[in-house]
């Protein structure tokens, strides 16, 4: 997958060489080209913004600087185009899955007090927002947007790892646990070195709905719950009272 991110703050993604989205880029399973908005302003003093027609506070960036740079990207016909912005549909599982099919990403980074909605009309496919509230640019919206797609992205993880955690099926993922078996008094979970797969199994699922009843209750309306699911819940619901 391709990801092109227009950005008047390049710099600030040296987060995403690293770790597994910096190995995938290795591997050359993604690639993230960064462009920078300001190369394209013509003004001698690389100027990118102006005041706001109708007055206001701030300043807002240019259309034809921002058109230039989206411009500049080859192959972009067959791209969907990104603004992370507070105004945008939440950025859901769902949605990340959805995404993580495109072959190419093309994310506009906001600044200042937005884009000129002229340029934003005529190149943006869709507005993603990261959550409620303002950040001060879109740049750590374009890198968790980047992060999220990648990981379902084949290549990028090992065999299954996006498949049981958080979310994969509606409900938040059961507790881990690893060595060593008694940390500080409190032992790992007995059920867990059993060796019996299928217990397992039902004791994850068991905490799985436990988790999600406790901290995201509001998951569960989507969720398809077996008979036995619907017991376990009845049952959470029953000791906690």
Same mark, same amino acid.
């Given at each position: 997958?391709?990801?092109?991110?227009?950005? &008047?703050?390049?710099?600030?993604?040296?987060?995403?060489?690293?770790?597994?989205?910096?190995?995938?880029?290795?591997?050359?399973?993604?690639?993230?080209?960064?462009?920078?908005?300001?190369?394209?302003?013509?003004?001698?003093?690389?100027?990118? %913004? %102006?005041?706001?027609?109708?007055?206001?506070?701030?300043?807002?960036?240019?259309?034809?600087?921002?058109?230039?740079?989206?411009?500049?990207?080859?192959?972009?016909?067959?791209?969907?185009? +990104?603004?992370?912005?507070?105004?945008?549909?939440?950025?859901?599982?769902?949605?990340?899955?959805?995404?993580? $099919?495109?072959?190419?990403?093309?994310?506009?980074?906001?600044?200042? =007090?937005? +884009? %000129?909605?002229?340029?934003?009309?005529?190149?943006? *496919?869709?507005?993603?927002?990261?959550?409620?509230?303002?950040?001060?640019?879109?740049?750590?919206?374009?890198?968790?947007?980047? %992060?999220?797609?990648?990981?379902?992205?084949?290549?990028? &993880?090992?065999?299954?790892?996006?498949?049981?955690?958080?979310?994969?099926?509606?409900? /938040?993922?059961?507790?881990?646990?690893?060595?060593? *078996?008694?940390?500080?008094?409190? /032992?790992?979970?007995?059920? /867990? +070195?059993?060796?019996?797969?299928?217990?397992?199994?039902?004791?994850?699922?068991? =905490?799985?709905?436990?988790?999600?009843? &406790?901290?995201?209750?509001?998951?569960?309306?989507?969720?398809?719950?077996? $008979?036995?699911?619907?017991?376990?819940?009845?049952?959470?619901?029953?000791?906690?009272?």
């Amino acid at each position: 997958m391709k990801f092109d991110v227009l950005s &008047l703050f390049p710099e600030m993604f040296e987060p995403i060489k690293t770790s597994i989205i910096g190995r995938a880029q290795e591997k050359k399973v993604i690639e993230i080209n960064l462009i920078n908005i300001r190369d394209f302003s013509k003004d001698k003093h690389k100027k990118v %913004d %102006d005041t706001p027609y109708g007055g206001g506070a701030g300043m807002v960036l240019r259309p034809d600087v921002v058109y230039e740079a989206y411009n500049s990207i080859q192959d972009k016909d067959d791209a969907k185009v +990104i603004f992370l912005s507070p105004k945008g549909s939440r950025l859901t599982h769902k949605k990340v899955l959805e995404l993580s $099919k495109e072959k190419h990403l093309i994310l506009l980074c906001g600044h200042y =007090e937005g +884009i %000129d909605q002229r340029v934003l009309d005529e190149i943006v *496919d869709e507005e993603i927002s990261i959550g409620d509230y303002v950040l001060t640019g879109g740049e750590l919206p374009a890198m968790v947007l980047i %992060d999220s797609v990648s990981r379902f992205v084949g290549g990028v &993880l090992g065999s299954g790892s996006s498949e049981e955690e958080s979310f994969a099926d509606g409900l /938040l993922e059961y507790p881990q646990y690893t060595r060593p *078996d008694d940390f500080k008094g409190k /032992l790992v979970p007995e059920i /867990l +070195i059993t060796g019996n797969h299928a217990k397992i199994n039902k004791w994850r699922r068991k =905490e799985s709905l436990k988790m999600t009843y &406790l901290k995201r209750p509001d998951l569960l309306k989507n969720v398809e719950l077996s $008979k036995e699911d619907r017991e376990t819940l009845e049952n959470l619901k029953n000791e906690c009272q």
